[in-house]
Nanobody, 119 residues
Framework: QVQLVESGGGLVQPGGSLRLSCTAS????????MDWYRQAPGKQRDLVAG???????TYADSVNGRFTISRDNAKNTVNLQMNSLKPEDTAVYYC?????????????WGQGTQVTVSS
């Protein structure tokens, strides 16, 4: 059974930094796209950043230049380095990945990790 587990959320002051990590575990054949989404209270879940298996990256306009997504294929991990954080970055952050397991390609979500930016 495949699982995605996030870590690294917390409370940070405006202008500060946090690093989120997400690790996939279980019967994994290969991993395609790995993405980070976020959802603020009362709002829809939006894509923050994505990275393909060949490490091509994409970012939402609101985080471009402040956030950096990376992956370690040997460890089945995707990271999100968040710098110059703003109060509007406050949200639950979710990891998402396309994972090939038991000859089936499926999309998986992590449980989410809270990021709060406040003074």
């Amino acid at each position: 059974q495949v699982q995605l587990v996030e870590s690294g959320g917390g409370l940070v002051q405006p202008g500060g930094s946090l690093r989120l990590s997400c690790t996939a575990s279980g019967n994994i054949g290969s991993i395609g796209n790995m993405d980070w989404y976020r959802q603020a209270p009362g709002k829809q879940r939006d894509l923050v950043a994505g990275i393909t298996a060949s490490s091509t990256t994409t970012y939402a306009d609101s985080v471009n230049g402040r956030f950096t997504i990376s992956r370690d294929n040997a460890k089945n991990t995707v990271n999100l380095q968040m710098n110059s954080l703003k109060p509007e970055d406050t949200a639950v952050y979710y990891c998402n990945a396309d994972i090939f397991s038991s000859r089936t390609l499926r999309n998986y979500w992590g449980q989410g990790t809270q990021v709060t930016v406040s003074s």
